[in-house]
């Protein structure tokens, strides 16, 4: 049983920072991060390739930074400036060649 365990979230006032962890309990080959707001969707953040490839939503471009470390089976989000609109679950996703894994979730609140 695969497990993806999630921490980092909390409440910060805007231009504030927070930094979210996800391990998970094997190797992946891309692991990232996506958040849901209230009455929407669930949207992409960032990903991280096994290789170290990166892609970031738009909103998110130059404020949040996506690493990795495969060796410890882990992903960071580094959130900078963040903003009210920021303010979502924020789930972790980790993928292999032939399954998909999400964390429990994390909540992030940017209060203005």
């Known amino acids: 049983q695969v497990q993806l365990v999630e921490s980092g979230g909390g409440l910060v006032q805007a231009g504030g920072s927070l930094r979210l962890s996800c391990v998970a309990s094997?190797?992946?080959?891309?692991m990232g991060w996506y958040r849901q707001a209230p009455g929407n969707q669930r949207d992409l953040v960032a990903t991280?390739?096994?290789?170290?490839?990166?892609n970031y939503a738009d909103s998110v471009k130059g404020r949040f930074t996506i690493s990795k470390n495969n060796a410890k089976n882990t992903v960071w989000l580094q959130m900078n400036s963040l903003k009210p609109e920021d303010t979502a679950v924020y789930y972790c996703?980790?993928?292999?060649?032939?399954?998909?894994?999400w964390g429990q979730g994390t909540q992030v609140t940017v209060s203005s």
């Open positions: 094997r190797s992946m080959l891309t």
């Open positions: 991280i390739s096994s290789a170290g490839i990166t």
């Open positions: 996703r980790a993928r292999t060649s032939t399954f998909d894994y």
